[in-house]
């Protein structure tokens, strides 16, 4: 028995064990005989915005927190009146933030006596109808919101234009390496990876300043929604031959 033993154990040690190699489950190795080739490509479109999302609120001052918190609601509810009557959803219309703040008087070399407290209710609205926005805007100044910022422009739903700039990033890729292989005398044998560095939405221009109508005003403020740049980045392995 023992001698069976050691037989085994000699014979492994004859043959060293194959060193481990750690591989993700689906993992495919591909092996690059050829030249590689790095590639950093980029696709971009623009699109019209189709919604607008604009900060609307109002803000009271009493000398009671309950006060102060009762004028706002008041306002707001006249606010998302007057935002319902001109069409807009109730999905269209979000509560953003709701604040109240004592206030206080600072007497020289003296404790801070309370004056009083300061409340503020914002809402978050989208308008689909981007162009008629400006004249709800000023609707709403006139029912109460003193504190209106924005817009912020944005696309609904971009795949379908991201999915555009994803196929000129590609042929942008391609094309790159085509020229690389050309001035090296070579050819583009197969692309080994792609790999996608995300959507991207060039920032908006900085918001206007807070907007305030009045009643003498024969035109209402103007909203134009522009264009949007949306690109892709992508980087790009192949092999050359």
């Known amino acids: 028995m023992k001698s069976s033993i050691l037989t085994a154990l000699l014979v492994a040690a004859a043959f060293p064990a194959a060193p481990a190699v750690a591989q993700s489950p689906g993992q495919v190795t591909q092996a690059i005989t050829g030249t590689r080739l790095d590639i950093s490509a980029s696709g971009e479109v623009t699109r019209v915005p189709d919604l607008a999302v604009i ?25 998302i009146t007057a935002l319902k009557r001109a069409g807009v959803d109730d999905r269209d219309i979000q509560t953003s933030s709701v604040s109240l703040n004592p206030e206080y008087r600072y007497p020289e070399n003296q404790s ?109 403020t103007r909203i134009e929604p522009g264009e949007q740049k949306l690109q892709v980045s992508l980087s790009m392995v192949f092999e050359l031959r």
Do not use: C, W
Request: hydrophobic content about 40%; proline content about 7%; charged content about 20%.
């Open 55 to 79: 900060s609307a609120g109002v803000v009271a001052r009493s000398a009671t927190a309950s006060a102060a918190l009762q004028e706002t609601a008041d306002k707001m509810d006249r606010v």
């Open 112 to 220: 801070p006596q309370l004056t009083g407290y300061s409340a503020s209710n914002q809402v978050t609205v989208r308008f689909r109808d981007i162009r008629n926005s400006g004249k709800i805007l000023d609707a709403l100044v006139g029912v109460g919101a003193n504190q209106i910022n924005g817009p912020s422009m944005t696309i609904e739903h971009p795949e379908a234009a991201l999915d555009e700039a994803r196929t000129r990033a590609i042929a942008q890729g391609r094309a790159r390496a085509e020229l690389y292989a050309r001035a090296l005398g070579m050819q583009v044998a197969r692309v080994v990876s792609i790999s996608e560095g995300g959507g991207y939405y060039a920032p908006p221009p900085p918001p206007p300043a807070p907007m305030m109508a009045t009643a003498e005003r024969s035109s209402y």
